[in-house]
């Protein structure tokens, strides 16, 4: 005969792994006062025996979407939007937490503080450090257009792809004749594995090389660094700088909507039309780009959707207790041609 489960309680857990009845009530139900190590212990018994509360949880779980600054870009605006119409359907509460650089207390420590079930990182730069803590938790993770090691359990990622929107943007804007065209990224000290980046960069590169053109450094790796800017005052700056440094530039390619909003009224202030003496694309495109003027050539990326996602992954992580694996997933992305890019009007082709 098939020998049947062994039954398990707060009780027998507590006795098996020497600790208080308390101790393991604590983690059940997401409380501080217990140690990293003891709830670690804890959570492999109970995703070991399946283990469920038998009484209506006291409050709704709480996921936690932290962001690296208050200054929201339309980008993680989109993002947020999309978590809270999958929260807001499963009854998940959601905490937004801005992590700043200089905080001295652990990400840990206060999504611990929050009685935070799980975690979205959207585009982490500087918190990456904080990866193998938040790894070794048990906390579910879901990065957004980051990787983590393979090594690290419990950390999900939704990448977009970047390397063929940039490709893209590119081979559109050289079908227009232009041939001096420059590719923005935004950089920072912090940026190490930034995927994100790379790939926009080795797109660019190759549909350039594809059209035999040698780009010059400068177009594709400007140094600006911009943490701490809104995205439309930091597009403005960026297009006037590189504007008066290199006058031959005739296309554009930005990360996102906000940036690439913020260029062309540097563009209009320059005394330039978009996009008859200068084209601008956007490389993440959401729904800002459609009502610019003119509107915003982009690469189209479901913000929102990738927010449900994440929301998703999570939830299903949590109810399955932790026996479901967080997805690792590339989101694929489409381009929507409008007014914002045309032909070379300085060219002679």
Not at 160 to 167: K, L, M, V
Request: hydrophobic share 40%; charged share 20%.
């Amino acid at each position: 005969m098939a020998r049947k489960p062994e039954k398990i309680s707060l009780t027998k857990i507590a006795a098996k792994l020497g600790v208080s009845v308390s101790a393991v009530s604590r983690v059940v139900n997401n409380r501080t006062g217990v140690s990293e190590d003891t709830r670690r212990e804890v959570l492999k018994v109970l995703r070991r025996h399946n283990f469920k509360v038998k009484y209506p949880e006291q409050r709704a779980r709480r996921i936690a979407l932290v962001t690296e600054h208050a200054l929201f870009s339309g980008y993680v605006a989109t993002l947020i939007a999309g978590v809270f119409s999958y929260c807001r359907d499963v009854g998940l509460v959601v905490n937004i937490i801005v992590y700043e650089k200089h905080n001295s207390e652990s990400l840990l420590s206060i999504l611990r503080d929050q009685q935070c079930s799980g975690v979205i990182l959207p585009s982490p730069i500087w918190l990456m450090s904080q990866l193998p803590e938040l790894s070794a938790s048990g906390l579910p993770v879901m990065l957004i257009n980051r990787v983590a090691d393979d090594e690290m359990r419990g950390v999900g990622s939704l990448i977009f792809d970047y390397y063929s929107g940039a490709r893209m943007a590119t081979e559109h804007l050289l079908s227009m004749k232009h041939r001096n065209i420059c590719c923005y990224q935004l950089s920072s000290p912090h940026d190490c594995n930034n995927i994100q980046k790379n790939s926009t960069m080795q797109g660019y590169l190759d549909a350039m090389a594809g059209a035999e053109i040698t780009v010059p450094e400068y177009y594709y790796n400007q140094g600006f660094l911009s943490m701490d800017e809104l995205h439309l005052q930091l597009g403005n700056r960026v297009f006037k700088t590189i504007h008066i440094a290199r006058p031959e530039i005739s296309a554009f390619i930005f990360p996102d909507d906000d940036i690439a909003s913020g260029a062309i009224c540097a563009a209009v202030q320059c005394g330039l039309k978009v996009p008859e003496d200068i084209s601008i694309i956007s490389l993440s495109g959401y729904f800002a780009g459609r009502f610019c003027n003119p509107p915003l050539t982009a690469i189209s990326h479901h913000i929102d959707e990738a927010g449900r996602l994440a929301a998703e992954a999570i939830d299903v992580f949590l109810k399955s207790n932790g026996k479901t694996q967080l997805p690792k997933r590339m989101l694929q992305v489409s381009m929507e041609i409008r007014d914002s890019s045309g032909i070379n009007s300085n060219t002679n082709l």
